[in-house]
């Protein structure tokens, strides 16, 4: 019970910083975030099947997806490609984790 209200009281937060950096409150402001969080937690090394993760290697996955964000912003590709390359990079982090898991259970 007690992580639903932790999960309530930072997306209450999350609204709130949202809606103050846009300057507008809109339904759908966070439409695009979502391939961001995805990608950041996966980068960070949680895994998809459900399992181990912590909040150390979600940060770095957080500023390892803020940097290439930034980067891609700053040598002036659009929105469409930035979410193609955040997509690719997200299935050579799962790509390689399974392989990594599979030599690993094929070793032994």
Do not use: E, H
């Not at 709130?16 to 090394?45: E, H, K, P, W």
């Not at 803020?66 to 982090?93: A, D, F, P, R």
């Amino acid at each position: 019970m007690m992580s639903f209200v932790i999960v309530a009281v930072s997306a209450a937060i999350a609204g709130v910083l949202t809606t103050v950096r846009l300057q507008s409150a809109t339904a759908i402001a966070g439409d695009n975030l979502n391939l961001q969080v995805i990608g950041a937690v996966i980068i960070g090394g949680t895994s998809t099947t459900g399992g181990v993760g912590n909040i150390p290697m979600s940060f770095l996955g957080l500023m390892t997806m803020g940097v290439l964000i930034n980067t891609l912003s700053v040598m002036g590709i659009s929105g469409y490609w930035q979410q193609v390359i955040q997509g690719l990079m997200i299935v050579i982090v799962i790509g390689s984790s399974s392989y990594a898991n599979y030599r690993k259970t094929s070793s032994v």
